[in-house]
């Protein structure tokens, strides 16, 4: 259950996890108990054991960040005015009544704050509220039995009554009543007034029609076999290319699953793709529950109450749905597993794919794994028979696209020194010609990655983080990758004065430009992160897209997160070396499947063309592209055994944080001789991909080990004492 006790002069919310005889910790009682029964699982507990062994974060830390925020509370700091106060700022601050409710922005104002207390001019209390609240609208019933005459001259408003019993208070004003009438209808006793809870739902900009699934001969099988798996813990890995078939065989087990009075919860990475799944979804199901991180307060706390009130049979989300409490959960579905998003890599580092493992015996329900470009680790748990492998072959229809590979160094010497090939500008071209769409990959953020002077060679930094900033053309700021420190642009160099600042290589909002002045009658639509920050912004532009109100959708890696449009016939890959150049051990395998899953957002009816544009046309990513599949998975194993990597050994990263760049280098070589006398394959220290994060000095050592072996690594790492250096145990390779 939550609670609610005093630490440190503040109030904080605490979840018992057990119960003790006797403590010599605790001197305080619990201020209060919220809940009337446990609104905390043992799932939970489950989840946070698991990361506990192995992470350095305390368990507290771990937990709440696995908590769904709705069991979180709101503390407020509340002062009361008692007496007169001469200070005119703070005096300004009270409203009406001679209340003051903090704010994080009012901290400066605490000393002082306290002074007056001591004084007992003001009162200071703390308010709790919880993380969102039910939302109501005020609702009217007609009494037919009053007696105020003149109300029987308003038929068209009694009328309303006959239609819907209650009539809301909106309805009412809209349909020409005024306030003051309401009033006079009340105080005659026509009307009796009520609140009614009304359930905040998502706007959907599709229709929902409904749609019969017919399946075929291998499809059938497969639903076969998941649902002769319903009440076990056993994991499936579905290998499909065609994102429609696989969705069909999705309805088919969800549907038999519903038949047997269990739930399900079917995961996408992104929240990008949660408006083409719900959409599929409810073509066959009316009841779906959403649940994201992109979701406002209320709607969030609305969505959340109808999962653990078991209004909901069927409940589709990203990653943060993982942890939901979710009773008779019979079936979790979890699409493009293969995407690095079901992984935190900020803060605590978690595999939520490790986490739907334990969530599947928990539970005791299978769980579907599915790609059309499955995960190497996956792949070989499939291939030793720890996974149920279900492969579904192309149709004989289904039209196979055509891949053109550009050599971008043929195109300078030909005198072409823009981005986009002679080849690609021709298709495109004749694309737009044909009525039919366009979808171009560029995976840098941003204009340009950073600015230069030509005059002195001055490149503006993060002051805290010491890496170039980088531009931002449509806002007109430089920004920091990392920290998100940003200062506005101008011409002018800091550094000597000069307006010889120069754009120094290309991003996303480049491409765009290039695009518009190429192509100046087509319309042109942008996806990235910049551009969805808005609410609903990646389902507008999906929508649009699909709709074809664009021509050309332009985007970094969002755009392969397993969207279908019926008129894509040609996808670009513009600068390919981008993607398979990045410095991580499976940076080409990554690559691959990212343009394997780009391909396959070319329509299914209409013959298609890829075109990758590239400096190194001879790299393995572009050599598996054209052999497929089974030659990637094969070659790349083979080359993850030579070098040991996952999945015949784990890699750890531990990384070390402090202000003194000597003292944070040395602390890591003292570690790597201790981790060295475990026996443990240790490789670095060496300066973190983010060498410099706000204003610390970060180096990092790489392990290569074995499951066995995490324990000691964690035990010696935690009877390290360094208060001046923080040192976190991360159980994947920094990225």
Known sequence: MRVIVSFQHQMKLGVVMRIKDSSDLATKEIDEVLDAYPSVGEELFLYADYLKSRTLYAYATIFYQLMPKELLMNFKKVIYQLKPIDDEHIKNKFNRDGIWRLKKSDQPFYPKLKKLKEQGIIDIDIEIKNYANPKYETVYTYQTNHHYRRALQEIEIIRLFDEDEKVSRKDLIDHGMSPSR?????????????????????????????????????????VKEITHAFSKPEPFLLKSDMSSLKIEVYLKAIEACLKMDKKVLVLVPEIMQISHMEERLKSVFKDVSIYHSGLSKGQAHDEFERIISNRSNIILGTRSAITLPIDDLGLILVDEEHDMSYIEHEG???????????KSQFYRCPVVFSSATPSIDLMYQAKQKKFTLLEMSTPRHQEIPKLHFVDMKEELKQKNTSILSNLLKEKISDRLNRKEQVILFYNKKGYAPYVLCRDCGYVPKCPHCDVSLTLYQSKNVLKCPYCGYEEPFTKTCHNCNSHQIKEVGIGIEYVES????????????????????????????????????ADILIGTQMLSKGLDFEHVTLVGIILADQSFRVPAYDSHEQAYMLFTQLSNRLSQKLSGDVIIQGYDLKHKTLHWLKLGYDTFYEEALKQRKLLNYPPFARISTIIFVGKSLLKTYQEAFRVKKMFLTLNLNVLGPTESLKKKVNDQYRFSLTIKHQEKDIKKMIESLENIKQDDIKISYDPMIER
Request: no cysteine.
């Open 514 to 549: 290039v695009i518009k002045r190429a192509f100046p009658n087509a319309k042109v639509l942008r996806l990235d992160k910049e551009i969805t920050k808005t609410k609903n912004q990646h389902e507008v532009i999906y929508q649009e897209f699909k709709d074809k109100q």
């Open 348 to 358: 605590i580092q978690i595999n939520f794919k490790e986490l739907l493992m334990l």
């Open 182 to 222: 309401i009033q006079t209808w009340l105080k005659h006793e026509v009307l009796v007034q009520e609140q009614r809870r009304i359930r905040r739902d998502m706007t959907q900009l599709f229709e929902g029609d409904q749609k019969k699934i017919v399946l075929n001969e291998e499809q059938e099988k497969i």
